[in-house]
């Protein structure tokens, strides 16, 4: 069985998870990794598993990454799984998080949920984790998410230190599991 991760990542949370995965995946199994960009859909079913990660942009998976699941085969001979990072909270974050997260990150496990069904391919399971903003971000989120000064003082020193070795722990738990699926 080979499997191939692929990814998009503007400020690298997504690259550095994307690397976590197929460092553990290597482990037990032959792995590729790639940039999105530099993968044609029309190639993988040399692949029994494929891993395909985003950032959430805009409350979804961003469209490099939509755009490349959109281009999928039918009923491929791989597997799929997801992930991907976002910068609100984590869904169990209280009941704050789990606004904040269905509002701004509750898209993205849906749209690969959905590009499963339309393209008849098994989807295996999907992985999310925080990960820091630009500067740019970070004051839209000021500007528009969280407002609250007090919940903003909270808030940013621990979007900032994300991904972190915890969440590097996770991801490689997760593709331990996805692997334990096929
Ligand atoms: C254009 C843009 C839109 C974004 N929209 C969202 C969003 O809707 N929800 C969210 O949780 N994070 C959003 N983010 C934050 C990113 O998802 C987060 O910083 C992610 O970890 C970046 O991953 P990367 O370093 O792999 O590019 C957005 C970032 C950018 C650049």
Known sequence: MKALIVYFSQTGNTKQ???????EISKHADADIASVSRVDPGTLNQY???????????????P????FLERLPMSPDFKLAGFFTHSTYMPDH??????LYDRWAGRCHLTFEEVSREKNVEFLGYFNCMGK???????FIKREIITDEVEWEKYLPELRRHPDTNDIKNAKNFALEILGKL
């Open 133 to 139: 903003a630009s500067p740019d971000i970070e004051a």
């Open 48 to 62: 029994g598993l494929l891993f395909v990660g985003a950032p959430c942009h805009s409350s979804d998976l961003a």
């Open 17 to 23: 998870i994307a690397e976590s995965i197929h460092e």
């Open 64 to 67: 490099p990454v939509k755009g």
């Open 94 to 99: 209280g009941e704050q998080g789990t606004k």
